[in-house]
């Protein structure tokens, strides 16, 4: 995978090639499309919403919260390090087994096909806080009621934005790629399995069908829905506050209480200022596991040209008033 330094620039689209719908995902999302993504938010909501009630009624039991804890972790890096760190923004080289792994992790995610959710998030950093994000909460402006319309937008609003990011301008490295191309197109596969692990899990190991579905609330319903605002919460509350150490152009912020639940992703204001760092948390205390299973993949060798920031690099991106911002 060779792209840009920066990834800033917009990726020419090429002659031919594989239709858009081919990925799963073209340029306009059907009425059907619509329909599904407005009970994948929804449903898993309910169920996060209803998840303290139950707990105090019913109890949780430790296979429900193991099952969750799993499944989150293993859905949040596959988004974090595969979808982002490597398929949007090419901080390191995975060997083919790895590089297929993270594309199926990060599809069980439930957070859309990889080659749309790559193009969406590389016009992102094309128009960062500017006129043609796809969820910059600073649309509408910067007044308190157009930040909160704003804020929405950023978090929910945009998923349901029938125009969609031209895959072949901004993801044609992934759309030539076939093996890539049919996970993308194979997300609903995914998601099934996404969903149904849990509760094949947990009615075996209980022997019931009482065991299935606890295991099904807690590690599918809630355990998506969390995961899901968590991520969205990157492109709202991490754009609209937060502490800017380094110099970017856009409103990017560090969120610290964002980042264990993020796998490090809320130290934002690095990535915007350096997109193909491998580690986001650069400073003292900012916890980023994405970036330990990243080295982890390179000791193993399963990960090579690693883009790891160097202190000249870091120091090179800190803002004048970074010893009081940071």
Same mark, same amino acid.
């Given at each position: 995978?060779?792209?840009?330094?920066?990834?800033?620039?917009?990726?020419?689209?090429?002659?031919?090639?594989?239709?858009?719908?081919?990925?799963?995902?073209?340029?306009?999302?059907?009425?059907?499309?619509?329909?599904?993504?407005?009970?994948?938010?929804?449903?898993?909501?309910?169920? *996060?919403?209803?998840?303290?009630?139950?707990?105090?009624?019913?109890?949780?039991?430790?296979?429900?919260?193991?099952?969750?804890?799993?499944?989150?972790?293993?859905?949040?890096?596959?988004?974090?390090?595969?979808?982002?760190?490597?398929?949007?923004?090419?901080?390191?080289?995975?060997?083919?087994?790895?590089?297929?792994?993270?594309?199926?992790?990060?599809?069980?995610?439930?957070?859309?096909?990889? !080659?749309?959710?790559?193009?969406?998030?590389?016009?992102?950093?094309?128009?960062?806080?500017?006129?043609?994000?796809?969820?910059?909460?600073?649309?509408?402006?910067?007044?308190?009621?157009?930040?909160?319309?704003?804020?929405?937008?950023?978090? +929910?609003?945009?998923?349901?934005?029938?125009?969609?990011?031209?895959?072949?301008?901004?993801?044609?490295?992934?759309?030539?790629?076939? !093996?890539?191309?049919?996970?993308?197109?194979?997300?609903?596969?995914?998601? !099934?399995?996404? *969903?149904?692990?849990?509760?094949?899990?947990?009615?075996?190991? $209980?022997?019931?069908?009482?065991?299935?579905?606890?295991?099904?609330?807690?590690?599918?319903? !809630?355990?998506?829905?969390? *995961?899901?605002?968590? $991520?969205?919460?990157?492109?709202? +509350?991490?754009?609209?506050?937060?502490?800017?150490?380094?110099?970017?152009?856009?409103?990017?912020?560090?969120?610290?209480? *964002?980042?264990?639940?993020?796998?490090?992703?809320?130290?934002?204001?690095?990535?915007?200022?350096?997109?193909?760092?491998?580690?986001?948390?650069?400073?003292?205390?900012?916890?980023?596991?994405?970036?330990?299973? +990243?080295?982890?993949?390179?000791?193993?060798?399963?990960?090579?040209?690693?883009?790891?920031?160097?202190?000249?690099?870091?120091?090179?991106?800190?803002?004048?008033?970074?010893?009081?911002?940071?």
């Amino acid at each position: 995978m060779t792209l840009s330094p920066d990834l800033l620039e917009e990726p020419a689209a090429p002659a031919d090639g594989p239709e858009p719908s081919a990925t799963r995902g073209g340029e306009q999302k059907r009425s059907v499309e619509q329909v599904a993504l407005l009970l994948f938010i929804t449903v898993p909501f309910v169920a *996060l919403v209803a998840a303290v009630p139950v707990a105090w009624g019913w109890g949780v039991s430790w296979l429900d919260l193991a099952l969750m804890v799993f499944m989150y972790f293993v859905a949040c890096h596959g988004i974090t390090i595969g979808f982002h760190r490597y398929f949007t923004h090419g901080s390191f080289k995975a060997k083919r087994p790895l590089k297929i792994a993270l594309a199926v992790a990060g599809s069980m995610a439930v957070e859309g096909p990889l !080659v749309r959710w790559v193009a969406d998030h590389r016009k992102h950093h094309r128009f960062s806080d500017a006129e043609g994000d796809p969820h910059s909460p600073w649309r509408y402006g910067e007044t308190v009621p157009a930040l909160l319309k704003g804020l929405w937008w950023a978090h +929910i609003g945009w998923l349901f934005d029938e125009e969609q990011t031209d895959q072949h301008k901004y993801a044609p490295d992934l759309i030539k790629d076939p !093996v890539i191309r049919r996970i993308s197109r194979d997300f609903v596969l995914w998601t !099934v399995l996404s *969903l149904a692990v849990p509760p094949l899990v947990g009615g075996l190991v $209980t022997m019931s069908w009482w065991g299935a579905f606890t295991a099904f609330f807690w590690g599918s319903l !809630v355990r998506v829905a969390l *995961l899901h605002h968590v $991520t969205w919460s990157i492109n709202s +509350i991490c754009h609209a506050v937060g502490r800017r150490p380094f110099r970017s152009r856009d409103r990017s912020g560090n969120v610290w209480w *964002l980042a264990v639940l993020s796998c490090g992703e809320s130290w934002h204001n690095l990535h915007h200022a350096d997109p193909t760092s491998a580690r986001h948390g650069v400073l003292r205390g900012q916890v980023d596991s994405s970036a330990r299973l +990243i080295r982890w993949f390179e000791l193993l060798g399963w990960a090579s040209d690693v883009r790891w920031p160097s202190a000249s690099r870091i120091d090179s991106r800190r803002r004048e008033d970074a010893a009081n911002a940071a």
